[in-house]
């Protein structure tokens, strides 16, 4: 039975024509978690979450609020809002008019809204801009203006649709803490679309990985990074070397991998890549098989004992460590 | 050669075109206008005699005020239909393919003269015209309408037919540049189709509406042609005024006339361009 704001998506479709972007997911979001859609372009996340906002229809399933189902409820009477991916700001209307306007449409009177918006814009920290035109405002306050706009009408979760993708790596890094304290003061859902791992595992209390319209793993962000169940998961995660043993598949995490001279290790390689990453050193091998191997070493320790191209080396890890996929 | 030369040379073709065949002549007109006139000739002065004429004479402010109506009420028949149309194919059309088709096709009447396309008109609604035999013989009617043809309304109907499309072009071009997620924004927010808009598209079509009632408002303004065929010659504005003096010879009085037509238009795009700044948005 679904509780106070739990969103439960039951078996989601969505066709265009005959191609299936969305195949028939389940899934269900505890209230005030951070959820991260994550996966590839063209993987259905964004259909997804366009379809949790209303603004695409249902092909088949249901999208259950509350214990409400919302699936063919129009966006606004869904108790969810959204921010675009280019944030769709009106150009015409000041920032405090686009803020209010949602206000607007449903008739607030002006003293009334104008105070809602301000109130808004100070938990946004752009009381000082109300005034200018989006324009006028750089790529990171204009974020700013879309989240307070979507938050004004009280939504119980707010759909995020790639946030961070139009901004530079530095002000990216800011505004992901700033959805996180966001998110953690308002206490709603954030459901936040994005196709970069780094993003996902920063801000995620659960990870949701979708491929092929299919949602491949969900958890709490650690344990999808430390037990990817797919080969798939382990790749798109990054941090993983993928191998292909006797045994089946197994997932190995690239900083649990351990150089030593060939007869000490478990399989043995042919150094192919050296890469300074600053902290570390990433030692790529090309082991049995054509298949490669990255190892993270520090560099502290890589300077003990120095590889070069060519070399050949043992590679060694704790069977604890090692995690069988299914694919 | 430095910069600026160039720059020069290179705008030198068109300025030398539109000094010859745009600012050579309403100069000629200007200086013409203040010309003096007799029933058989015309001779070169500095007087303002036509000035006095034209406005001392009742007819002019009839007229005058005919020509704003044509130009008010054409305005309203094609700020309606022009957005209609352009609304369709910018958010009902949704192939590229159709909404190209579809814009085409618009323009089909094009092919056809202006002059032919207005006397098209005169079969259709004249006397025993189709539309007056086709509403007797339905019932609706038992004597001809006599205002269908040879009056204001036809030569209304004959300007919107015209004209419609100089509104469609310009608003379906600011239509086709609103970004799509600000009307799902929009919809996000709670707007109705209606406050959608009212209070999104319409506020983002304005440069496409003004460069739309420029194109009209000028073109009706100095228009004789529609008024003298559509209304059989019994209705008047300011472009027949003028036309009529040229006929018999009365250039300096024709050259006042056009003088005043000028400064009337131009005060009536400054005033809309006093609305909306195009030159941001172009």
Known sequence: MANDSTLELVSLTKRYGSTVAVDAISHNFQAGVYACLLGPSGCGKSSTLRMIAGHEDVSDGSIVLSGRDVSHLPPAKRGTAMMFQNYALFP?????????????????????????????????????????????????????????????????????????????????????????????????????????????????????????????????????????????????????????????????RSDEMIVTTPDEGRIDGRVIGVEYQGTHIALTAEVAGGQEVTALMPDASFLDAPKDLGEVIGLQWEDRVAHPLTA | MTKQVTAWIQAAPMALVLLAFLVAPIIMIVIVSFWGATEYSIYPAFQFDNYEFLFGSPVTYTVFANTFKYALITWAFTFVIGFTVAYFLAFEVRSLKWQIALFLLCTIPFWTSNIIRMISWIPFLGRNGLANSTLISWGVIDEPLEWLLFSDFSVILAFVHLYTLFMVVPIFNSMMRIDRSLIEAARDAGASGWQTLRHVIIPLCKPGIMIGSIFVSTLVMGDFITVRFMSGSQRANVGRLISNDISLLQYPSASATAVVLLITVLIVIALLLRLVDIRKEL
Not at chain 1, 99 to 127: I, N, Q
Not at chain 1, 163 to 178: G, H, N, V, W
């Open chain 1, 92 to 252: 015409h209307l000041s920032v405090r008019d686009n803020v209010a306007f949602s206000l607007r449409m449903s008739g607030v009177e002006k003293p009334e809204r104008y105070k809602r918006a301000d109130e808004m814009l100070d938990l946004v920290e752009m009381t000082s801009l109300a005034d200018r035109r989006p324009d006028q405002l750089s790529g990171g306050q204009q974020q700013r203006v879309a989240l307070a706009r979507a938050l004004i009408t009280r939504p119980q979760v707010l759909l995020l649709d790639e946030p961070l993708s139009a901004l530079d790596p530095f002000l990216r890094i800011r505004m992901r803490a700033e959805l996180k304290r966001l998110q953690r003061e308002l206490g709603i859902s954030f459901i936040h679309v994005t196709h970069g791992q780094d993003e996902a595992l920063a801000l995620a209390d659960e990870i949701i990985v979708m491929n092929d319209a299919k949602i491949e793993q969900a958890g709490p962000a650690r344990d999808v990074f430390n037990k990817p169940r797919t080969a798939f998961v382990a790749r798109f995660m990054g941090g993983h070397n993928v191998l292909k043993l006797p045994q089946g598949h197994i997932a190995l």
